[in-house]
């Protein structure tokens, strides 16, 4: 069954450093997210991407934040300057089309900033 | 802002029993989202609710929607130790777009032997 793939699993950075997330959508999806998960708390939108372009964005993706489709299969999500509150679990998710059809999720990167 | 309220957050059970966990939502959307996450692991979907009456059942676990009280439901039958999880119910915005799916808290379910 076609899933959704994340790398690395566990990130581990310092503060200020940049560091990248990738993410490879199910093949035939069209529609494209990343979440956060802060340790025991909830699952946050952060941004979904459609053609190219980011489609909507969260107040929680700022300018530290970008999300890119370099070629056809990865999707990445980039944060410039980490934080300690970017610590968190991150999850990509991708689905065919959007309103009606289910968002997959990926198995998450775990990133922490010291 | 979209607000999406689960309760209870926790809940400790037994094997054999029945319950239900509630999820209300501050939005008109139509559309309403039930996954499972074990500890340490991703969110699994369980179902996708799209109009008002909607219910959904798969094995134990039985969803169902209510736009018009924006109020879904993920009822359980005769728990099984199996279905400890962590239940989280989500919403889409209506703002047009890919929209991001909005999560409620999360129902962190025992169910003990």
């Known amino acids: 069954e ?5 790398t690395p699993s566990h990130q ?8 990248i997330l990738r993410c490879v959508p199910i093949s035939n999806h069209l529609y494209f997210y ?10 946050e939108f952060l941004v979904s991407f459609y053609n190219n372009e980011i489609s909507e ?13 370099p070629d056809g299969s990865n999707f990445t999500l980039k944060i410039r300057s980490t934080k300690l509150e970017d610590s968190a679990m991150y999850f990509c998710a991708s ?3 959007p309103y009606t059809d289910t968002q997959y ?3 998450g990167t775990r990133l922490t900033v010291l | 802002e979209l607000k999406v309220e689960q309760n209870p957050l926790f809940l400790s059970m037994q094997e054999g029993k029945n319950y239900t966990i509630y999820c209300n939502y501050s939005t008109t959307s139509d559309r309403l989202y039930w996954y499972r996450q074990d500890p340490g692991k991703s969110l699994e979907s369980l179902f996708v609710l799209l109009s008002n009456g909607a219910v959904k059942q798969e094995g134990r676990l039985m969803a ?3 736009t018009k009280a924006r109020l879904s439901t993920l009822h359980i039958t005769a728990a099984v130790h199996d279905l400890s999880a962590t239940y989280f119910c989500a ?18 379910l025992i169910i003990q032997p």
């Open chain 2, 64 to 66: 169902s929607l209510d």
């Open chain 1, 34 to 43: 990343w979440y956060r998960q802060i340790l025991g708390q909830k699952v």
């Open chain 1, 57 to 69: 964005k969260s107040e929680i993706f700022d300018d530290q934040f970008s999300v890119e489709r």
């Open chain 1, 105 to 107: 999720f990926g198995p």
């Open chain 1, 12 to 19: 581990v950075t310092q503060m200020g450093q940049e560091v």
């Open chain 2, 91 to 108: 919403v889409e915005g209506d703002g047009g777009g890919a929209d991001g799916l909005t999560f409620g808290k999360g129902t962190h």
């Open chain 1, 2 to 6: 076609p899933e959704v793939t994340q």
């Open chain 1, 95 to 97: 689905s065919i089309g």
